[in-house]
């Protein structure tokens, strides 16, 4: 299992671009970038805020309940 975010994002080359800017965003707003289930997951007071992955065609950036 990947245990940095930057060893996901080098998987996929084609949107660094895009995955570096959305970790970027995170840091300022002092959420801890972790990796869980595999994927990035930005946590903050030990909750799960938000998340991103690529898929085939698409990233995506998803928002957990309540946050």
């Known amino acids: 299992m990947k245990k940095l ?3 996901y994002i080098a998987d996929f080359p084609e949107w ?3 995955l570096y800017k959305l970790l970027s965003i995170t840091k300022k707003l002092l ?4 990796i869980k289930w ?7 007071e030990n909750k799960n805020i938000a998340g991103f992955a690529v ?3 698409y990233a995506a950036i998803w928002f957990y309940q309540g946050a």
């Open 55 to 57: 898929f085939k065609n």
């Open 16 to 18: 660094k671009t895009v």
């Open 5 to 7: 975010i930057e060893d």
């Open 38 to 44: 595999g994927i990035p997951v930005f946590v903050y």
């Open 31 to 34: 959420m801890k970038p972790v």
